[in-house]
């Protein structure tokens, strides 16, 4: 049952390969990933059973920059070469906008992480995004 519906969103678009989602952008991969990502926080807030305004404020503590840039700081020691690379490539990327909030560096390495959060679900690497959302939760909960 759970294969049905980890497979749902990504057989919207058949259309991208393996060859295709290497040509994507760090932008582009970043932008489905900041909405992959948002979508595993809420998902894991929904549990707690709290007030929709409370789930919002909650989901912001985890989707900011600043606490994006955390998370990839955090989970350096365990992400492969070619992760590492991903966020490399993601944190450098030219952006044609300023961050509104946020510290211009906390805002590159949160672009670096969503690049590599885009590109683990467009590749169908679904057990590494939840492996290192567990490792964010477990983080952010201990801390």
Same mark, same amino acid.
Request: net charge neutral.
């Given at each position: 049952?759970?294969?049905?519906?980890?497979?749902?969103?990504?057989?919207?678009?058949?259309?991208?390969?393996?060859?295709?989602?290497?040509?994507?952008?760090?932008?582009?991969?970043?932008?489905?990933?900041?909405?992959?990502?948002?979508?595993?926080?809420?998902?894991?807030?929904?549990?707690?059973?709290?007030?929709?305004?409370?789930?919002?404020?909650?989901? !912001?503590? #985890?989707?900011?920059?600043?606490? &994006?840039?955390?998370? $990839?700081? *955090? =989970?350096?020691?365990?992400?492969?070469?070619?992760?590492?690379?991903?966020?490399?490539?993601?944190?450098?990327?030219?952006?044609?906008?300023?961050?509104?909030?946020?510290?211009?560096?906390?805002?590159?390495?949160?672009?670096?992480?969503?690049?590599? !959060?885009? #590109?683990?679900?467009?590749?169908? &690497?679904?057990?590494? $995004?939840? *492996? =290192?959302?567990?490792?964010?939760?477990?983080?952010?909960?201990?801390?």
């Amino acid at each position: 049952m759970e294969k049905e519906y980890r497979n749902l969103f990504r057989s919207l678009n058949t259309r991208l390969d393996g060859e295709d989602i290497n040509m994507l952008s760090p932008l582009q991969l970043a932008y489905i990933g900041d909405a992959v990502f948002e979508l595993c926080v809420r998902t894991y807030l929904l549990q707690r059973e709290m007030p929709v305004k409370k789930l919002h404020d909650e989901t !912001i503590k #985890y989707v900011k920059a600043k606490a &994006q840039s955390t998370f $990839v700081h *955090e =989970l350096e020691g365990i992400l492969t070469e070619k992760e590492k690379y991903l966020v490399r490539r993601g944190r450098n990327a030219k952006t044609h906008s300023t961050p509104k909030n946020a510290d211009i560096m906390d805002y590159r390495y949160a672009t670096g992480f969503e690049s590599l !959060i885009g #590109y683990l679900y467009l590749t169908g &690497q679904d057990d590494r $995004v939840v *492996e =290192l959302f567990d490792k964010i939760i477990h983080l952010s909960t201990n801390n």
